[in-house]
């Protein structure tokens, strides 16, 4: 398998901008995870989904940031509009049976 | 919630030696406990993990231990090499009815040469 694919894997971006990530989780796996690493604050939990069912969303940090997983092969983090403060590497992870595999990761850095 | 601590925050090790990393939970309710490593610009790569029902787990040169009564785990590293230096984190959860990890700060270990 090739293992958790995320693209891109880094992205340069102007405050007030749309950004997208992307996430394609291990095939078979039924839970997918949305994570956020920064030096400050180390790695957070964003969101993560069931069945391609968004489960626990408590760790979004404002309604700028939204995620979808539209079918088990793909899922995506959303945010709009884009601040400074949003630069940090995002990590998708997805799980069969309580083991979490974690993708390389984005890079994300807001101007 | 789950609160994991984890100790040492950073370990320098001479290559050869053995390094040991300590963690603590609260919620009596976990029942998984994987530890990652990260490497630089890599995201945490899942090294070995142990359930509750087992109290040690062992796979060549890494071994995790597990003390439900004290509600703590250890990974042990024995003849360290320089490929070993990394970021090592320890998670807990309980599946079935929370797969969400709780992640301790992690712990930088070198291993010198």
């Known amino acids: 398998d090739a293992g958790v694919i995320q693209s891109p894997r880094h992205e340069v971006t102007e405050m007030g901008q749309e950004v997208t990530l992307r996430c394609k989780p291990i095939s078979g796996h039924d839970y997918l995870f949305w994570y956020r690493q920064t030096m400050m604050r180390g790695l957070e939990l964003l969101i993560y989904?069931?069945?391609?069912?968004?489960?626990?969303d408590s760790g979004m940090p404002e309604d700028r940031f939204s995620a979808k997983m539209p079918n088990a092969s793909f899922s995506t983090l959303k945010i709009q509009p884009s601040e400074p403060r949003d630069s940090a590497v995002y990590f998708c992870a997805s799980s069969l049976d309580g083991e979490q595999y974690f993708g390389p990761g984005t890079r994300l850095t807001v101007t | 919630g789950e609160n994991v601590e984890q100790h040492p925050s950073t370990l320098s090790v001479q290559e050869g030696d053995s390094a040991v990393i300590k963690c603590t939970y609260s919620?009596?309710?976990?029942?998984?406990f994987p530890w990652y490593k990260q490497e630089l610009g890599k995201g945490p790569q899942l090294i070995i993990d142990?359930?509750?029902?087992?109290g040690e787990k062992k796979d060549q040169r890494i071994a995790v231990t597990l003390n439900k009564t004290a509600k703590h785990f250890s990974l042990h590293i024995t003849e360290t090499q320089p490929e070993d230096s990394a970021v090592y984190f320890c998670a807990a959860s309980s599946p079935p009815n929370d797969y969400k990890l709780s992640f301790g700060a992690g712990t930088t270990v070198t291993v010198r040469a």
């Open positions: 989904f069931n069945n391609n069912v968004p489960i626990d």
């Open positions: 142990i359930r509750s029902n087992v």
């Open positions: 919620d009596s309710a976990s029942n998984y």
